[in-house]
């Protein structure tokens, strides 16, 4: 690799290295799950000292695009190689991470992205989504309503794949049968108050306290892959959040 130039584009050499590792990610030279060469051959490879592909890698895995095992090696980042939870910051009132089972309610039916939609999703004229309603409970009982957009060019046949899954979770269908790892989410939090359509499905009185997650999820070249909303009554579930 040659010696950069600087100014007003410039990137350090270890930036350089990172985005040329990820770039080979999602070309597909590794995969989810796979190890990557030790820092000494990707040193080697690319012409840069062993602590430039060091700090690269270290980027990569403070953003959990890698996992780093002692002595194993460093790990392209899989959700089947992780916890299931990936992503699941709902929790029971004693603070037990739960995650729902298998759905009480699911259907689903495509449709034209909003205009909403169509910016958060980053689609074109005449894209067409999926739209994913289902009801999913915890222990035992309907606890959470979730509609769940996604572009269908992207994941054709998703719902019915989803349906027939042994386990309902989104981003290790997208992962094991679509090749598409997702690795960060942005969402926005706020109270509502159960609608007629939340009492009847949820069980609870009309007006009682919902809390309404919003949830964008983007794959690992940066595209937002999927759309979500969640809804829960706040005596039964809650919101939890780990900043790192």
């Known amino acids: 690799m040659a010696e950069p130039i600087q100014g007003p584009g410039f990137h350090p050499l270890y930036l350089q290295v990172k985005e040329l590792l990820i770039q080979r990610v999602l070309s597909g030279d590794w995969k989810p799950g796979e190890v990557l060469p030790s820092e000494t051959k990707l040193a080697v490879e690319y012409q840069v000292s062993q602590g430039t592909v060091r700090k690269a890698i270290e980027e990569m895995a403070a953003e959990h695009l890698v996992v780093r095992h002692q002595g194993k090696g460093t790990f392209v980042s899989a959700r089947a190689t992780e916890s299931p939870m990936h992503f699941f910051s709902i929790v029971t ?3 037990r991470i739960t995650e729902p089972g298998k759905a009480i309610h699911f259907d689903w039916f495509e449709d034209s992205p909003s205009e909403q939609e169509r910016r958060e999703l980053r689609l074109g004229e ?3 989504i999926y739209r994913i309603h289902r009801i999913r409970p915890v222990d035992g ?3 959470l309503i979730e509609h769940i957009c996604l572009p269908c060019a992207r994941f054709r046949g998703f719902p019915e794949k989803m349906r027939t899954a042994v386990r309902m979770n989104a981003y290790l269908l997208m992962e094991k049968e ?4 997702v690795v960060r989410a942005d969402e926005w939090l706020d109270a509502i108050s159960a609608s007629a359509e939340d009492s009847a499905r949820l069980g609870v009185a009309q007006g009682t306290p919902l809390m309404r997650v919003k949830r964008i999820s983007y794959a690992l070249d940066g595209t937002p892959v999927e759309s979500r909303i969640m809804r ?3 005596h039964r579930l809650r919101y939890r959040n780990t900043l790192r």
């Open 93 to 95: 009132p004693d603070d």
């Open 126 to 128: 005449g894209d067409v």
């Open 141 to 143: 009982e309907p606890a």
């Open 178 to 181: 679509f090749g598409i790892l």
């Open 232 to 234: 829960f009554p706040t």
